[in-house]
């Protein structure tokens, strides 16, 4: 036995001619707070469809709270609480009826039931609203009676897609406060998706990041940033012929940091930015470019999926977006 909340076997699924999710392995410790980073169409949602019973896998298997979600998928279910990408609540219904439903298609008895529902409305500040009917609930709202919902029947585990998707920043950061909450105080297992890199950034103690089905790298938001060794320095250059100049410098000599380009923006990661700035700049005025621009940040997570798939996550949707990346390191093999 693993005795891990969520642990896959290479677990896939296949559409006809897409895999959306290709052979994952992941681990999730009891009492984490676990994303899942990808940008669109990267197989979050599948992945997680599949985790909570509603998809069965193409091949590969895996075990939710030590329940096989094949074999046990009863139990499974009883496990885990889900709020969905999109909204499954019925708008015609009030808030405390949508959650009744929920009740009693878990089978909670009625005292109980009712006891529930004004525990988890409270949790959510929903108290006031409970007998409004949901379309009249404004957007955060129904997210946080969709967190309710998920919470009624006291899962281990609750798997939440894309919690904050289209929410305003007030609402973002206040889910985001629930979110936390829920994983500290009432020590509830959360698996979230995002493609939002702060969100990923400020909630998750680890994470994965996923493209195209694959997990590209995991670790906690400090390790993925320090793997990429150093500090990033942007360069923004008035023409794209510029920027395809400096890279052909970079492959033609040995400098410091590895090196990428968008547009008319080069990437640079160095372990000590502040001293490559005036070697950059030297080698710039040197082959005639004209910057418009210096700047010098920690990584971000948006670098870190730069870095592993060689364009950001806000432009994968696009091949448009895609970028060139090339990386030169000075100690080879490191
Ligand atoms: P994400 O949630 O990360 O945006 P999804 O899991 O929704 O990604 O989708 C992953 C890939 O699988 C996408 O290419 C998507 O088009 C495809 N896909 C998802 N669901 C289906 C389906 N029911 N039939 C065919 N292809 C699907
Ligand atoms: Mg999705």
Same mark, same amino acid.
């Given at each position: ?48 469809? %599949?985790?909570?019973?509603?998809? =069965? ?19 499974? /279910? ?17 808030? =405390? ?6 009740? /009693? ?35 955060? %709202? ?12 006291? *899962? ?45 950034? /400020? ?17 906690? *938001? ?103 990346? %090339? ?8």
């Amino acid at each position: 036995m693993i005795d891990a909340a969520i642990h896959t076997e290479k677990i896939t699924k296949k559409y006809d001619g897409v895999t959306a999710v290709d052979s994952v392995d992941i681990t999730v410790e009891k009492g984490e707070l676990f994303g899942l980073l990808g940008p669109n169409g990267a197989g979050k949602s599948t992945l997680i469809g %599949m985790l909570s019973t509603m998809l =069965r896998p193409t091949s590969g298997n895996a075990q939710v709270w030590d329940y096989d979600i094949k074999r046990d998928a009863t139990k499974v /279910r009883k496990s885990i609480g889900v709020v969905f990408q999109d909204t499954t609540l019925d708008q015609k219904l009030t808030g =405390r009826e949508n959650l009744d439903l929920h009740g /009693r298609l878990y089978g909670l008895p009625k005292k109980s039931r009712h006891q529930r529902i004004d525990e988890v409305l409270e949790l959510v500040e929903l108290s006031e609203w409970a007998d409004e009917i949901v379309q009249k609930y404004s957007g955060g %709202m129904m997210r946080r009676l969709e967190i309710a919902r998920g919470l009624m029947h006291h *899962p281990n585990v609750l798997f939440m897609d894309e919690p904050t998707l289209g929410l305003d920043p007030q609402t973002r950061n206040h889910i985001w406060d629930y979110i936390k909450e829920l994983n500290r105080e009432k020590n509830i297992t959360i698996i979230l998706t995002t493609h939002y890199m702060e969100e990923a950034d /400020r909630l998750c103690n680890r994470l994965a990041i996923i493209d195209h089905g694959k997990i590209i790298t995991s670790g906690t *938001p400090m390790e993925l940033k320090s793997s990429l060794g150093g500090d990033i320095l942007n360069l923004e250059f008035t023409t794209n012929e510029d920027t395809a100049k400096l890279i052909e410098h970079y492959s033609a000599n040995t400098l410091a940091g590895s090196i990428s380009a968008s547009g008319n923006t080069v990437q640079i990661t160095t372990a000590e930015g502040e001293r490559t700035i005036p070697d950059v700049l030297k080698v710039t005025s040197q082959i005639g470019l004209d910057i418009q621009s210096v700047s010098l940040h920690k990584p971000t997570l948006d670098d870190v999926f730069l870095h592993y798939t060689g364009k950001g996550i806000r432009d994968s949707d696009t091949d448009a977006g895609k970028i060139k990346t %090339m990386r030169r390191r000075r100690h080879a093999g490191k």
